[in-house]
């Protein structure tokens, strides 16, 4: 079975940081049942989810939405089957619960869509305080 468990969420005040971290469990982050990508997304009470960032499985195609391009960034480390989202410049607009999630497509065309992942998380809170 494979497990993807989220931390690092919590409460910041506006033009502070995070660092989400997403541990892999059951198969190797770079082996995960034929998985090319793992991505990041996020959702707000009442409102759709929402892609965030993805990376490809040598890290070498990363993307990002125009809403927090040169704010997030989100990298890998396949040995230790950890994906992590460092977020800065938080805005209030960032507050939603955020997902890690691993998918089978790199294609730019389908990390944004939730139906590239076969794998969630369960989630972790990021509020951010104006």
């Known amino acids: 079975q494979v497990q993807l468990v989220e931390s690092g969420g919590g409460l910041v005040q506006a033009g502070g940081s995070l660092r989400l971290s997403c541990a892999a469990s059951?198969?190797?982050?770079?082996?995960?049942?034929?998985?090319?990508?793992m991505g990041w997304f996020r959702q707000a009470p009442g409102k759709e989810r929402e892609f965030v960032a993805a990376?490809?499985?040598?890290?070498?195609?990363?993307y990002y939405p125009d809403s927090v391009k040169g704010r997030f960034t989100i990298s890998r480390d396949n040995a230790k089957n950890m994906v992590y989202l460092q977020m800065n410049s938080l805005k209030p607009e960032d507050t939603a619960v955020y997902f890690c999630?691993?998918?089978?497509?790199?294609?730019?065309?389908?990390?944004?869509?939730?139906?590239?992942?076969?794998?969630w998380g369960q989630g972790t809170q990021v509020t951010v305080s104006s």
């Open positions: 059951g198969r190797t982050l770079s082996t995960f049942y034929s998985t090319d990508v």
């Open positions: 990376i490809s499985r040598s890290g070498g195609n990363i």
């Open positions: 999630a691993a998918g089978l497509s790199a294609l730019e065309t389908r990390v944004k869509t939730t139906t590239n992942y076969v794998y």
